[in-house]
């Protein structure tokens, strides 16, 4: 591994110019979803659910239990309400494609709406609407309006899990962190800096205004090939940029000026500083991969060394593998090694594999991803294995 390292800190890239324009391009889209609220829908999304809406979904594919209605409620996701009414929640276009008509972007679904579920021969829908008590069991569907108290239309899946990953988790592809600006000095010679301190930084700001600072960035191998696939940095917090440094006649260097806004642990001397960028998580809702895909986890996110459910993953596949944000993959545990003592002479065997999991990815590099573990029956650890649901 010390190799690979060594190998790829000669291949440095410029940090700014990358992580300006992808901060500028999420800035763009940030901006195009405040004026209209409409997150992406892919093709094969899309024509599930026309498919569905009409013809609907098969009553096996429905889950065990799954209501004849449903009101939507503050803190539910789209992610809780596919599994009351499908058996796999990830097949989620069919739930939408079931209500096709009246959810038109199926990323809206908001507190105070009603999910009336219809079975009809072998088939089943979802409307939504208000139930009238008239005769025949039959479901009328009529305006209802929406509750005006709500913050907004509910997540993909819980939130509170991924927040703090959303911005604070970076992958890069190469060690050029290394090159990025750095704290140089503190006042008063201060070894420890928090919230409101300021900080003297040297480096090519191009007076950006909001930074993000990092330390120790540890590269992530991926398990099959021992390749270094990226870089992972420590998150410290945030800082602004406070007042340009200057080089002045006599030659005295005097460094920019930044305030520390935001603190997740103590910053010091050397710590780098890389462009922050607008929270880049739109409302995906899970779906699976259009095609087969498999990898193995990397690395646990933090100190951990075993990780379960809630908790945050790396993986050793990304965009450049088809890997996209809403992807819900299944996590495998290995089969174990055993013995068949039942025919005279013992025989090693190797059990099957057996699927114990669910991963949502909700963050996308070229090389690798960061996933939420939905569920799982054991510990995971670096090297398990994952594939399309």
Same mark, same amino acid.
Do not use: C
């Given at each position: 591994?010390?190799?690979?390292?060594?190998? @790829?800190?000669?291949?440095?890239?410029?940090?700014?110019?990358?992580?300006?324009?992808?901060?500028?391009?999420?800035?763009?889209?940030?901006?195009?979803?405040?004026?209209?609220?409409? $997150?992406?829908?892919?093709?094969?999304?899309?024509?599930?659910?026309?498919?569905?809406?009409?013809?609907?979904?098969?009553?096996?594919?429905?889950?065990?239990?799954?209501?004849?209605?449903?009101?939507? /409620?503050?803190?539910?996701?789209?992610?809780?309400?596919?599994?009351?009414? @499908?058996?796999?929640?990830?097949?989620?276009?069919?739930?939408?494609?079931?209500?096709?008509?009246?959810?038109?972007?199926?990323?809206?679904?908001?507190?105070?709406?009603?999910? $009336?579920?219809?079975?009809?021969?072998?088939?089943?829908?979802?409307?939504?609407?208000?139930?009238?008590?008239?005769?025949?069991?039959?479901?009328?569907?009529?305006?209802?309006?929406?509750?005006?108290?709500?913050?907004?239309?509910?997540?993909?899946?819980?939130?509170? $899990?991924?927040?703090? $990953?959303?911005?604070?988790?970076?992958?890069? !592809?190469?060690?050029?962190?290394?090159?990025?600006?750095?704290?140089?000095?503190?006042?008063?010679?201060?070894?420890?800096?928090?919230?409101?301190?300021?900080?003297?930084?040297?480096?090519? @700001?191009? !007076?950006?205004?909001?930074?993000?600072?990092?330390?120790?960035? /540890?590269?992530?191998?991926?398990?099959?090939? !021992? =390749?270094?696939?990226?870089?992972?940095?420590?998150?410290?917090?945030?800082?602004?940029?406070?007042?340009?440094?200057?080089?002045?006649?006599?030659?005295?260097?005097?460094?920019?000026?930044?305030?520390?806004?935001?603190?997740?642990?103590?910053?010091?001397?050397? !710590?780098?500083?890389?462009?922050?960028?607008?929270?880049?998580?739109?409302?995906?809702?899970?779906?699976?991969?259009?095609?087969?895909?498999?990898?193995?986890?990397?690395?646990?996110?933090?100190?951990?060394?075993?990780?379960?459910?809630?908790?945050?993953?790396?993986?050793?596949?990304?965009?450049?593998?088809?890997?996209?944000?809403?992807?819900?993959?299944?996590?495998?545990?290995?089969?174990?090694?055993?013995?068949?003592?039942?025919?005279?002479?013992?025989?090693?065997?190797?059990?099957?594999?057996?699927?114990?999991?669910?991963?949502?990815?909700?963050?996308?590099?070229? /090389?690798?991803?960061?996933?939420?573990?939905?569920?799982?029956?054991?510990?995971?650890?670096?090297?398990?294995?994952?594939? =399309?649901?």
């Amino acid at each position: 591994m010390t190799r690979n390292v060594r190998a @790829l800190r000669r291949v440095r890239q410029p940090l700014l110019a990358s992580i300006a324009a992808a901060a500028a391009a999420v800035s763009l889209n940030a901006g195009a979803l405040a004026a209209e609220p409409n $997150f992406p829908i892919t093709p094969q999304q899309r024509s599930t659910a026309q498919q569905v809406a009409q013809q609907g979904v098969a009553l096996s594919e429905l889950a065990p239990n799954a209501p004849d209605s449903y009101t939507v /409620k503050s803190g539910d996701t789209l992610w809780g309400i596919s599994s009351m009414f @499908l058996k796999s929640p990830w097949r989620w276009p069919e739930l939408w494609g079931m209500n096709l008509d009246q959810i038109r972007n199926p990323h809206l679904i908001y507190p105070g709406q009603t999910l $009336f579920l219809e079975r009809s021969g072998d088939r089943a829908r979802l409307r939504m609407g208000a139930a009238d008590a008239g005769g025949g069991g039959t479901v009328k569907l009529s305006p209802r309006v929406r509750d005006t108290g709500a913050a907004g239309a509910i997540s993909s899946v819980p939130l509170r $899990f991924i927040e703090g $990953f959303l911005n604070e988790a970076v992958i890069f !592809d190469t060690d050029a962190l290394e090159g990025a600006p750095r704290i140089v000095a503190t006042p008063e010679n201060r070894v420890l800096l928090s919230r409101g301190d300021l900080a003297y930084v040297r480096g090519d @700001l191009h !007076d950006i205004r909001d930074w993000r600072m990092y330390r120790s960035p /540890k590269p992530l191998v991926d398990p099959d090939t !021992d =390749q270094v696939l990226g870089y992972e940095a420590v998150y410290v917090g945030s800082a602004e940029y406070v007042r340009p440094g200057e080089v002045r006649a006599n030659g005295d260097i005097v460094p920019a000026t930044f305030s520390i806004r935001s603190i997740k642990q103590e910053a010091n001397v050397g !710590d780098r500083l890389a462009p922050s960028s607008p929270n880049d998580f739109a409302n995906i809702a899970p779906h699976s991969p259009q095609g087969a895909i498999s990898g193995r986890i990397v690395s646990v996110y933090g100190d951990a060394v075993t990780a379960g459910q809630n908790q945050i993953v790396a993986l050793n596949r990304g965009a450049r593998d088809g890997l996209e944000r809403g992807h819900v993959l299944a996590l495998w545990r290995d089969g174990v090694y055993s013995r068949d003592t039942t025919q005279g002479v013992p025989q090693t065997i190797k059990l099957p594999d057996e699927r114990h999991g669910l991963l949502f990815v909700f963050r996308v590099f070229d /090389k690798m991803s960061y996933a939420l573990i939905l569920n799982v029956q054991e510990p995971v650890t670096a090297g398990d294995r994952f594939t =399309q649901p």
